[in-house]
C-alpha cells in the first residue's frame, strides 16, 4: 500500500507561481501512474495531471499550460510546477494513484488571492 504525503501549499498572487510536493511510501511507488487532484470549496474533488511510471503526462483543459507535472522515482516525489496561477485555482491539492485509492493524503492548501 502506497501512502502520500503534499506539501508545498501556500498563499500566491494571480499570475504567481507555487510548486507542490507528493512524497510516496512503499519501495513499489514507481511503478504506479499518480495524479494531482483538487478540491474547491463546495466542489467535488477533481482530476486534473496525471504522470505515468514511464514519464507520460496528461492533464485537463482547466490546467493544460500552466502546470507540469514530473517524477523522481529515485526521491518516491511527484511533482507539480504551477504558474499563472488563477483565483479560481483555489483549493485544496491531493496526490493519489491514478486511478486513486484510500487512503488519501492530508492534502496541502493552495489560495490565489491578491
Known amino acids: 500500500q502506497v501512502q502520500f504525503v503534499e506539501s508545498g501549499g501556500g498563499l500566491a498572487q494571480p499570475g504567481g507561481s507555487l510548486r507542490l510536493s507528493c512524497a510516496g511510501s512503499?519501495?513499489?511507488?514507481?511503478?504506479?501512474?499518480v495524479a494531482w487532484y483538487r478540491q474547491a470549496p463546495g466542489k467535488q474533488r477533481e482530476f486534473i495531471a496525471r504522470i505515468t511510471n514511464g514519464g507520460s503526462t496528461y492533464y485537463t483543459d482547466s490546467v493544460k499550460g500552466r502546470f507540469t507535472i514530473s517524477r523522481d522515482n529515485a526521491k518516491n516525489t511527484v511533482y507539480l510546477q504551477m504558474d499563472s496561477l488563477k483565483p479560481e485555482d483555489t483549493a485544496v491539492y491531493y496526490c493519489n494513484k491514478h486511478p486513486p485509492s484510500n487512503p488519501w493524503g492530508q492534502g496541502t492548501q493552495v489560495t490565489v488571492s491578491s
Open positions: 512503499g519501495s513499489i511507488f514507481s511503478i504506479y501512474a
